[in-house]
């Protein structure tokens, strides 16, 4: 799911008492271009929300809509059903540059296995997996020592703050960027759209993952203990 911002909402239709967005701005689930989406009114009703869809001008795939209301609020919240945006690594992985494609086998077969509740296979496939993740990082490096001790040297192979502190000069106090978080430069959509990612995706990077990791760490010690 993906959340649509209220500003890329550009119509809404009245719906009993309810304001329901007619038309949105999105990007498309399939083509992945930045289209109108005109959403049909034969609406699916729940107690929560409302379910409908949409065909994508460009491409013609129909795309499912929720719209979930919220009492005591003008605005409901709206998502667009995208299965590559959905956290699952394994929806993700696939966009993204430099993953190795031997990496992004094993880590299907490993959720494949898992999903069938093989444990030995799940095991095997893990293995497969963090030794893909360590070769991507040490390459030759890594050759001859154990897990324990490539995991020892990983760090000195990630650069782990370059995420981060390559983002010092977009926010110089006289780029287009800080002005716009100033006020002093309009900001488009578009552009409201593409700074919400990036707080998102810095929670995610600072706080979420790196506490994720900790939690399953430490489950794991309890387990084992
Ligand atoms: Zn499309």
Do not use: W
């Amino acid at each position: 799911m993906r959340r649509i911002y209220p500003g890329s909402i550009t119509s809404y239709s009245q719906f009993g008492h309810l304001k329901v967005p007619k038309s949105v701005k999105a990007v498309c689930p399939e083509c992945r271009k930045k289209v109108d989406f005109v959403l049909k009114s034969t609406y699916q009703s729940s107690k929560h929300g409302l379910m409908t869809e949409s065909s994508c001008p460009s491409c013609k795939h129909s795309a499912p809509f929720i719209i979930i209301m919220k009492e005591r609020e003008e605005h409901p919240d709206v998502y667009i059903y995208d299965p590559k945006t959905m956290t699952h690594p394994l929806n993700q992985i696939e966009q993204l540059p430099r993953i190795p494609e031997e990496l992004v086998r094993a880590y299907k077969s490993a959720v494949n296995v898992h999903q069938s509740k093989e444990n030995s296979a799940t095991a095997v496939l893990a293995k497969r997996v963090i030794e893909n993740i360590l070769k991507h990082f040490l390459s030759e490096q890594g050759r001859g020592l154990t897990l324990e001790q490539q995991f020892k040297v990983l760090p000195e192979h990630i650069d782990l703050v370059k995420p981060v502190s390559s983002l010092s000069p977009l926010l110089a106090s006289d780029g287009a960027l800080h002005q716009m978080l100033e006020l002093e430069m309009d900001l488009d959509d578009e552009m409201a759209e593409l700074i919400m990612d990036l707080l998102e995706d810095l929670i995610q990077y600072l706080f979420v993952l790196p506490g994720k990791i900790e939690i399953t760490h430490n489950l794991i010690e309890k387990k084992l203990d």
